[in-house]
């Protein structure tokens, strides 16, 4: 079992890539955390198991931290760049520039592509509701025109077109879902990226 500073030292290793104000203030945030347990009865490794795993901490801190903050803070240069250093910034440029802006482009278009789905699933659920809603008007209309078995052979197509129309709705639920923690994986996986080490076993 880790005792504290074994815990905090992982976790100022996950969170290198932020804000060294940030990254010190969560660090004294956990430290308190460990310290009231303690004060509580709690033994040290005790305390920090009860908190939970450097990584699931450190996954929690990036996935609410602001993904600009630890973007701003990766490109701030750490010295002043030097004139030689400037011009094969300047001169890459044509070069990077474009990689960079594709690769945005390629994970944009999958993450729309995938909201298509969904849109297209939202469209095939409104038109099977539509088909009920005609299915029960041609029932009733049948009914009164005394076309008995064509009527209840509507309201039966209807039952089979509302109980479609269901489970296209909850698979558009899951769709939703599953897209959205897609996004949040792919803003999860950048943030990492930029970090460094979030991902340090």
């Given at each position: 079992?880790?005792?504290?500073?074994?815990?905090?030292?992982?976790?100022?290793?996950?969170?290198?890539?932020?804000?060294?104000?940030?990254?010190?203030?969560?660090?004294?945030?956990?430290?308190?955390?460990?310290?009231?347990?303690?004060?509580?009865?709690?033994?040290?490794?005790?305390?920090?198991?009860?908190?939970?795993?450097p990584a699931t901490v450190a996954k929690e801190i990036l996935?609410?931290?602001?993904?600009?903050?630890?973007?701003?803070?990766?490109?701030?240069?750490?010295?002043?760049?030097?004139?030689?250093?400037?011009?094969?910034?300047?001169?890459?440029?044509?070069?990077?520039?474009?990689?960079?802006?594709?690769?945005?482009?390629?994970?944009?278009?999958?993450?729309?592509?995938?909201?298509?789905?969904?849109?297209?699933?939202?469209?095939?659920?409104?038109?099977?509701?539509?088909?009920?809603?005609?299915?029960?008007?041609?029932?009733?209309?049948?009914?009164?025109?005394?076309?008995?078995?064509?009527a209840f052979a509507c309201l039966g197509a209807g039952f089979?077109?509302?109980?479609?129309?269901?489970?296209?709705?909850?698979?558009?639920?899951?769709?939703?879902?599953?897209?959205?923690?897609?996004?949040?994986?792919?803003?999860?996986?950048?943030?990492?990226?930029?970090?460094?080490?979030?991902d340090k076993k």
């Open positions: 079992m880790m005792d504290k500073f074994d815990f905090l030292e992982e976790l100022g290793n996950r969170l290198v890539g932020l804000p060294k104000e940030d990254r010190d203030r969560f660090i004294e945030y956990y430290s308190e955390m460990i310290d009231d347990r303690v004060e509580e009865g709690m033994t040290e490794q005790e305390a920090v198991a009860d908190i939970g795993t996935s609410s931290f602001p993904l600009t903050k630890i973007v701003k803070e990766k490109v701030k240069p750490k010295r002043r760049l030097s004139a030689v250093e400037i011009i094969l910034i300047v001169l890459g440029a044509p070069v990077w520039v474009p990689v960079l802006v594709s690769l945005f482009a390629v994970f944009l278009s999958v993450y729309l592509v995938l909201w298509s789905v969904v849109l297209t699933f939202i469209c095939v659920d409104i038109a099977f509701f539509a088909v009920v809603i005609a299915l029960l008007a041609a029932f009733t209309g049948l009914l009164i025109t005394a076309h008995v078995p064509e089979i077109m509302a109980g479609l129309s269901l489970l296209t709705m909850l698979f558009v639920k899951l769709l939703i879902k599953g897209v959205v923690w897609i996004g949040k994986q792919i803003i999860l996986g950048i943030k990492y990226f930029f970090v460094g080490k979030g």
